[in-house]
């Protein structure tokens, strides 16, 4: 039940006729469980460049959330040295990526969980304010990809679509969010 009342607040911003968030759009908090299983609110993070991306640690397809998290990986390495940023992973596949499954994804990457936290929750209502779709097809998830970056004032700062975006692209993007 505390679960539930957590995620209440996320689930009341986001009208199923939503539209989705743009540039300095300012973005609704959200309650979600990261993966040592402690609730927490996206609203902690303001005051800090913040950078989401939205996977699930099954994806078999290297091009999709291997390659989010890889990038993830190469932004984590280059703003080693920054402080005032965060990078979140949500995963839409609550029923298998539970707080566990999570935190072995997260050690098996080198996560630094100063950085860099792994959640889950209603991820997937809460990644369509920025186009986020995924529904289960055939008993597979298809979905697209978003990683969205929040300036430290809880602005939407910039929305990558799809998955050509560079790691110097984020890191550009999430210096500019850190001002």
């Not at 008993?139 to 110097?168: P, S």
Request: charged share 20%; net charge neutral; aromatic share 8%.
């Amino acid at each position: 039940m505390k679960l539930f009342h957590l995620l209440l607040p996320c689930l009341m911003l986001l009208p199923a006729s939503a539209a989705e968030l743009t540039v300095g759009d300012l973005v609704p908090d959200c309650g979600l469980i990261d993966q040592h299983g402690k609730p927490f609110q996206l609203s902690q993070f303001k005051g800090q460049a913040l950078a989401i991306t939205f996977i699930f640690t099954r994806c078999p397809l290297p091009d999709l959330c291997p390659r989010m998290t890889a990038n993830f990986i190469a932004v984590q390495r280059e703003l080693a040295k920054d402080k005032n940023w965060h990078l979140v992973s949500m995963s839409f596949d609550p029923e298998h990526d539970t707080p566990a499954i999570l935190d072995a994804y997260a050690k098996a990457h080198a996560a630094d969980a100063n950085h860099w936290t792994f959640a889950t929750g209603k991820v997937v209502e809460f990644g369509s304010l920025f186009g986020l779709k995924a529904v289960v097809k055939e008993g597979l998830l298809d979905h697209n990809l978003r990683t969205v970056v929040i300036d430290a004032t809880g602005r939407v700062q910039h929305v990558f679509k799809g998955n050509e975006w560079t790691a110097q692209e984020l890191v550009w993007e999430l210096r500019k969010a850190m001002r």
